[in-house]
Antibody, heavy 119, light 107 residues
Framework: QLQLQESGPGLVKPSETLSLTCTVS??????????WGWIRQPPGKGLEYIGS???????YYNPSLESRVTISLDASENQFSLRLTSVTAADTAVYYC???????????WGQGTLVIVSS | EIVLTQSPPTLSLSPGERATLSCRAS??????LAWYQQKPGQAPRLLIY???DRATGIPARFSGSGSGTDFTLTISSLEPEDFAVYYC?????????FGQGTRLEIK
C-alpha cells in the first residue's frame, strides 16, 4: 500500500525558507509512471498547486510561485522535497505531497503538515 | 491560468437525496477534469478523473459528466459519509488549478 508522509518544521519565520520532505513507501519514486507533487491549503481555504517533479528530475512549477520554489528528488532515500524561499504569512498553509499518475490526477496524498509563518 | 468556478458554494441536503455539484471552467479543459472529496482534517481523495472515470474504490453513486467548460458531479443517493467539501481540478492547461470548493452539508 502506497503511503506518503510529509515532514519538516511547523513554524518558519518570515523571510526565511520553508523546507519539507515527503517520504514515499510502497512504491519507488523512480517509477516512470508518476509525477510527485506538492499542493497547499491555507487554513479554511481551497487548494493551490505548487509544483511537481518527474522521476528523471524534470520540474514543473506554478508560475505564481516559480521564483521562490524548488522541488527536488532523492531516489536513494525514496523522498522528494520542497523549498519555498522568502516566506510571508500568506504562505501559512497545510502542505500536502501527492502522487500523480501520468495522464491522470492526484491519486495518493500524504496526510498534510501545517506550516505557520510567524516571528 | 484556467479559473474553475464551483456552484453552489454550499449545498444543504438530507441523506438519501440526490446531490448535483457544478464546476465551470473559464476556457475549455477538454476531458481533463477531476473531482476530489475532502473531509475535515483529511487530505483530499480522488473521486473522478477524466470527467467521468471513477477512481479505485469509489462507490457507483458518484458519477461525473460534462465537456468543454461545464461539468457536474452527481451523488445519486447521499450517504452520511458523503457530507464533505468537494473540489474540481483541471490539468488541461498549465498550471493545474482547483475550484474553490462546494461544501455539502446535512440539512
Amino acid at each position: 500500500q502506497l503511503q506518503l508522509q510529509e515532514s519538516g518544521p511547523g513554524l518558519v519565520k518570515p523571510s526565511e525558507t520553508l523546507s519539507l520532505t515527503c517520504t514515499v513507501s510502497g512504491d519507488s519514486i523512480s517509477n516512470s509512471n508518476y509525477y510527485w507533487g506538492w499542493i497547499r491549503q491555507p487554513p479554511g481555504k481551497g487548494l493551490e498547486y505548487i509544483g511537481s517533479i518527474f522521476y528523471a528530475g524534470s520540474t514543473y512549477y506554478n508560475p505564481s510561485l516559480e521564483s521562490r520554489v524548488t522541488i527536488s528528488l532523492d531516489a536513494s532515500e525514496n523522498q522528494f522535497s520542497l523549498r519555498l524561499t522568502s516566506v510571508t504569512a500568506a504562505d501559512t498553509a497545510v502542505y500536502y505531497c501527492a502522487r500523480r499518475l501520468l495522464g491522470s490526477d492526484f491519486d495518493y496524498w500524504g496526510q498534510g503538515t501545517l506550516v505557520i509563518v510567524s516571528s | 491560468e484556467i479559473v474553475l468556478t464551483q456552484s453552489p458554494p454550499t449545498l444543504s441536503l438530507s441523506p438519501g437525496e440526490r446531490a448535483t455539484l457544478s464546476c465551470r471552467a473559464s476556457q475549455s479543459v477538454s476531458s481533463y477534469l477531476a473531482w476530489y472529496q475532502q473531509k475535515p482534517g483529511q487530505a483530499p481523495r480522488l473521486l473522478i478523473y477524466d470527467v467521468s472515470d471513477r477512481a479505485t474504490g469509489i462507490p457507483a453513486r458518484f458519477s461525473g459528466s460534462g465537456s468543454g467548460t461545464d461539468f457536474t458531479l452527481t451523488i445519486s443517493s447521499l450517504e452520511p459519509e458523503d457530507f464533505a467539501v468537494y473540489y474540481c481540478q483541471q490539468r488541461s492547461n498549465w498550471p493545474i488549478t482547483f475550484g474553490q470548493g462546494t461544501r455539502l452539508e446535512i440539512k
